[in-house]
C-alpha cells in the first residue's frame, strides 16, 4: 500500500473512482492501479480562480517498489490499528469518571472495553431530556443551572458544532474519529480536513456511546452532583453526591470548563491548581452566503463544496493577540449561560451548515496578571463577573451590537444580518461588559481582520456578548502519573483540568487516563 499526498483533484472529481487521478501521478497506466480510496481531503482556496480538492489518496498498486519513485509524493503506507487494552485484575471498587463529555465518555469507554465497569456520574440529564431542557430555555423558558447547553450527557460540546479539529499529534487522535463515526457519524469525518460531526447527529452518537458503556457492564448516573470528594492519608477513599456516599479509590475528574463550584470545592479540599491563561470575547455574525464569496471567489455556489469556514489570529501592537474559534459556518449564536443572573454565548451549527449566518469566537487573550487577584479561582471571578455585567445590562437577554456601531462609531441598526441568539437579544454597550483592553483589542483585531477577509468588517456584521467559556481558567496539576499531586487516585482529565482543547484532544485525554488506571491496575 502507498499514500500520495497533496494530490489536487477538481471540484467535481469522482471519488468512488480515483484509480485514473492515481494512475496519472504515479505516471502508469490505470490497468496497474488495483484499488485506490480517497484518506484526507481539504479545500485548497488560496488562488480565487483556481478552487480545489487538495487530497491524500491510499492506494494499492502493481510494482510498488517501481512505480512509488515516480511520484514525489508517494510514501509507503500502513496504518496501525488501536488494541483497545484489557485489564487483567479488576479493582477492589468500580473506578467512578465524573463528567460525561467528550473526556470522561472515551475514559468510561476504555474502562468498559477493558473489562472494568465504571460508574459515571453526570450533573446534567441523558441527552434526550437535556436537549428538552435546552430548547426550552431558547424559546424563552427558566434556566435549569444543573442541566443546560454546559451541562449534561455529551458535555459543552454537544451543542456545538462538533468539531473535530486538534493540534495535537497524538494517533489516538484517529481512533477518536473512527470511533464517533461507528456510533453513528457521517463517514465524511474519516476524510475530511476539517472534520465535524453538527449538533443535530452529535445527540444519536453520544446516545450510542452511552449504550456501549451500559452494554459493559458501565453505568451511567444522570441528574447526579458531585458534592463532595472524601480523602484520608491523601487517598481517595469515596465521594459525596446527592447526600449519598460511592466508595471509590479511582476516580476520573472529567467535570468541563464551567462547572465552577466544582472547582471551588476542590480548592477548599486542598486539591493543587495553578491559574491558567484564557481569553473572552464575542461571537461575529455575517451572512454566509458573503463568507462563501470572500473565501472561494466565483465557486462560491459550487455543490462541492460547504460552507466556508476561517482561523485567523493576529498580534496586536498593544500586546495582546486576537484570534477567531470555534467558527460555525452556516451556524447559529446560543446563548449558552449555565448560572443563573449571568449570560455566556457560544456557537452551533448542524450537520449540513445550511443556515443564513455564519459565526465565530472572536476572542481576546488574558494572562493571569489580568486577574482580579492572585487567588487561585481568580479567573473564575473574572469570567463571572462579565457574565454578571452582561446579564445586568441587558436585562436577562443578550446583548448585541454592530460593527458600524461598536468599531466606527455609526448608529445602530440591525440591517441585512439578523442576530441568531434566542430567545431575546438587545442592543447593548459593551464597554460596560468589558474591560477596556478587551474592548480595544477587539476593535483593532476587527480591523485587522477586514484585511484578511473581504466584509470582515463591514459595519452590518453583528456582533453577540459575552464568550467566556473558550478553555478552563485553571490547571489542576498532576504528575506523569496522571493522578492530583495532592492526592493518590484523583485523575484530573480533559478540559475543564486543562489538559484538552477541544472533543478530540479531550477525548483522546481521557483514554490516556484510562490506559494509565488500566497499567496501574495490570501492575497490582
Not at 442541566?147 to 451543542?159: K, P, S
Not at 456516599?245 to 475528574?253: A, F, N
Request: hydrophobic share 40%; aromatic share 8%.
Amino acid at each position: 500500500m502507498i499514500i500520495i499526498n497533496n494530490l489536487n483533484l477538481p471540484l467535481d472529481a469522482d471519488f468512488e473512482n480515483l484509480n485514473p487521478f492515481v494512475a496519472k501521478a504515479l505516471k502508469t497506466n490505470e490497468n496497474n492501479i488495483i484499488s485506490a480510496k480517497l484518506y484526507k481531503k481539504s479545500v485548497d482556496a488560496r488562488r480565487k480562480n483556481d478552487v480545489h480538492f487538495c487530497c491524500s489518496v491510499v492506494a494499492e498498486i502493481k510494482y510498488e517498489q517501481r512505480l512509488i519513485k515516480n511520484c514525489k509524493n508517494a510514501l509507503p503506507f500502513t496504518e496501525k490499528e488501536y488494541i483497545w487494552q484489557k485489564c487483567k485484575v479488576m479493582p477492589k471498587y468500580r473506578p467512578v469518571v465524573v463528567g460525561f463529555g467528550p473526556a470522561g465518555m472515551f475514559c468510561a469507554l476504555t474502562l468498559a472495553r477493558a473489562g472494568i465497569k465504571p460508574i459515571v456520574i453526570e450533573r446534567g440529564s441523558s441527552v434526550e431530556n437535556r436537549t428538552k431542557a435546552v430548547n426550552n430555555f431558547f424559546a424563552g423558558g427558566k434556566l435549569n443551572p444543573e442541566c443546560n447547553v454546559q451541562f449534561g450527557e455529551g458535555g459543552a460540546g454537544t451543542f456545538s458544532d462538533g468539531k473535530l479539529t486538534t493540534g495535537i499529534k497524538n494517533p489516538k487522535c484517529r481512533t477518536v474519529i473512527k470511533t464517533l463515526y461507528e456510533m453513528g457519524a457521517d463517514k465524511k469525518i474519516l476524510t475530511d480536513a476539517k472534520p465535524h460531526i453538527g449538533t443535530d447527529v452529535l445527540v444519536k452518537v453520544v446516545k450510542n456511546i452511552r449504550k456501549e458503556i451500559i452494554s459493559l457492564g458501565g453505568e451511567i448516573l444522570f441528574d447526579t452532583r458531585l458534592d463532595n470528594i472524601n480523602f484520608i492519608e491523601q487517598k481517595v477513599i469515596s465521594i459525596t453526591t446527592n447526600g449519598d456516599q460511592i466508595p471509590c479509590d479511582i476516580i476520573v475528574l472529567a467535570t468541563g470548563h464551567s462547572a465552577r463550584d466544582t472547582y471551588k470545592m476542590l480548592y477548599d479540599s486542598g486539591v493543587e491548581m495553578v491559574q491558567k491563561p484564557f481569553a473572552v470575547g464575542v461571537r461575529i455574525e455575517h451572512l454566509a452566503k458573503d463568507i462563501n464569496k470572500a473565501l472561494y471567489g466565483e465557486f462560491y455556489n459550487h455543490p462541492s463544496l460547504s460552507a466556508a469556514d476561517y482561523k485567523l489570529a493576529c498580534h496586536l501592537e498593544n500586546g495582546r493577540g486576537v484570534y477567531t474559534f470555534c467558527m460555525c459556518p452556516g451556524g447559529e449564536v446560543i446563548n449558552a449561560s449555565s448560572q443563573i443572573g449571568g449570560i455566556a454565548v457560544n456557537g452551533m451549527s448542524n450537520s449540513d451548515r445550511d443556515g443564513i449566518n455564519s459565526n465565530s469566537a472572536l476572542l481576546v487573550g488574558v494572562e493571569t496578571n489580568d486577574f482580579p487577584s492572585g487567588n487561585l479561582l481568580a479567573g473564575c471571578e473574572l469570567q463571572e463577573k462579565i457574565e454578571k455585567a452582561a446579564y445586568a445590562i441587558a436585562k436577562g437577554k443578550v446583548p448585541v451590537n454592530t460593527v458600524g456601531n461598536f468599531v466606527f462609531g455609526k448608529k445602530f441598526e440591525i440591517t441585512n444580518i439578523v442576530p441568531t441568539v434566542k430567545p431575546d437579544y438587545v442592543f447593548s454597550d459593551f464597554s460596560e461588559i468589558f474591560p477596556s483592553f478587551v474592548i480595544d483589542s477587539l476593535k483593532k483585531g476587527i480591523k485587522e481582520f477586514g484585511k484578511k477577509i473581504k466584509g470582515y468588517d463591514d459595519e452590518s456584521a453583528v456582533l453577540v456578548a459575552p464568550e467566556t467559556r473558550s478553555s478552563a481558567p485553571v490547571r489542576i496539576l498532576r504528575g506523569e502519573d496522571l493522578q492530583s499531586v495532592s492526592f493518590s487516585g484523583l485523575y484530573p482529565c480533559g478540559e475543564g483540568a486543562g489538559y484538552a482543547g477541544g472533543i478530540v484532544s479531550a477525548a483522546v485525554d481521557g483514554m490516556t487516563v484510562a490506559e494509565e488506571i488500566i497499567n496501574r491496575l495490570n501492575k497490582d
